[in-house]
């Protein structure tokens, strides 16, 4: 019975120890096959087209569907800066107001912090600049020359 015993346990850490080197062999292979930069750069693409947080993400894509349609494109960069591609739909009189409002949501969504906020015509040409200061409470534009 003790040799029976003893023969079992001898097969049983035979056979673990190789489904241990299988499991870690076949691992290993697929580590080595597998290309992580490439996956790590299609998830950062998908995020890096409206922000480069979850949080930039989630506040472009509102941007967008809120926008009705006067906002063609939106990004959120570094939890400070978001930049707005109007549609042509957006009259140059209007970009001033349109802009002050963006600046209200990215003051809500990301408070407490300096904002820029870059207004592009449907040409993707910087035509404004608004710049929050969060002491001050007062949005500085500047025209694109």
């Known amino acids: 019975m003790n040799i ?7 097969g049983l850490v035979l056979a673990l120890m190789l489904i241990l080197t299988f499991t870690t062999a076949c ?3 697929q580590t ?3 290309n992580p930069i490439v996956t ?3 998830s950062e693409y998908g995020q890096l087209e409206r922000g480069n947080s979850a949080a930039g993400q989630d506040f472009g894509d509102w941007v967008i569907k809120t926008g009705k349609g006067l906002i ?3 990004y959120v960069r570094d939890r400070n800066k978001l930049g707005v591609v109007i549609s042509p739909k957006v009259l140059p009189t209007e970009v001033k107001a349109l802009t002050k409002s963006l600046v209200q949501g990215f003051r809500h969504n990301f408070p407490n912090q300096d904002l820029t906020i870059l207004i592009y015509a449907p040409d993707k040409k910087l035509i404004l600049t608004a710049r929050y200061d ?6 500085d534009y500047q025209q694109a020359s």
């Open 4 to 10: 029976f015993y003893n023969v079992r346990r001898t």
């Open 27 to 29: 691992g290993a292979s």
């Open 32 to 34: 080595k096959t597998s």
């Open 40 to 42: 790590n750069q299609n």
């Open 72 to 74: 063609k494109d939106a």
């Open 134 to 139: 969060t002491q001050s409470q007062q949005i």
